[in-house]
């Protein structure tokens, strides 16, 4: 192991220590001491730094945000490096910023989600009105990600439970979630169909939900039924075009509402929401928190309470 292996390996030591992953950081970190390495370079300079975070990209758009996700990781490492010896440069933030645009999400409400879920229980062929009702309710019902519900294996769903063992999310950590009886018991119902289904034409496998092969559901179909199911409901019209990843948006907006309604600390909350959603940081659930009419109002109404009895100052 030389030097720079050394120092990265105690650097990432470190930060685990303090709860970070830094799977992908390790990763480029190697990439760019193997670089520094390879050009006898001894110290993190700004110059080194960005120059290998922009080495073989140019032009705009995701090849940004690629050499700025590099630059992130060396930036971390270099902070690191600066404490143990000033010699060490810290490159600025900023150096590949862009624009970023949000897409407003869509916030469904309680009938539009219903009218989604009958239409896709109409869509043609029996597996896809059997299983893509199923599917848009658990996401509508668990904040699930696409990608999250559709790599659910069996043994993933504990019907005796209600819990959900969720491990293909973004952080690539484990996580539970907890589902009312009701969500379990539509669970429950696919899973009987599927299984008779199987029986007449194929073998168990390992997928929750299937396609009539009896393989993993692909994303391209999924995204196909739930725009047909969409517009049969009118929800997704020629102007309007809600997202199938709103549904996630619209879970946490009405769980917060839910919270804002009984009366609940909410910013104590807000740690449990994080977690359900698989969020490594309560920064990123505030993404998906738009200013709906009545969160804004419940919120304005907290924060006149709080100025009333003094808690909030100038």
Known sequence: MNGWEEHVADYL??????????????HLLGQYTTHLASAGSLTITTANAVSWAEASFSGTGHRIARASRRLMAVRGFATYMHAVDPAHEIPPQGVFAHPVHRSAPY??????TSALIESAG??????????????FGLLAVSGLRVGEALGLARDDVDLDTGILVVSSGKSRQQRLVPLHESSIAALGRYASWRDGYEQQSHAGSAPFFINR????????????AFRQAASAARIQTHRLHPRMHDLRHAFAVNTLLGWYRDGADVAAMMPALS???????????YWYLSAVPELLAHASARLANADTHGQVGP
């Open 107 to 112: 916030i469904y409400t309680n009938a539009e």
């Open 122 to 135: 109409h869509l043609s062929h029996g597996i896809r009105a059997h299983t893509y009702p199923t599917l």
């Open 13 to 26: 030591r470190l930060r685990r220590q303090l709860g970070a992953l830094l799977a992908w950081d390790e």
């Open 275 to 285: 977690t359900y959603l698989g969020h490594s940081d309560p920064a990123n659930t």
């Open 213 to 224: 092969e009896g393989d993993q559901l692909p994303y391209d179909n999924v995204l196909k």
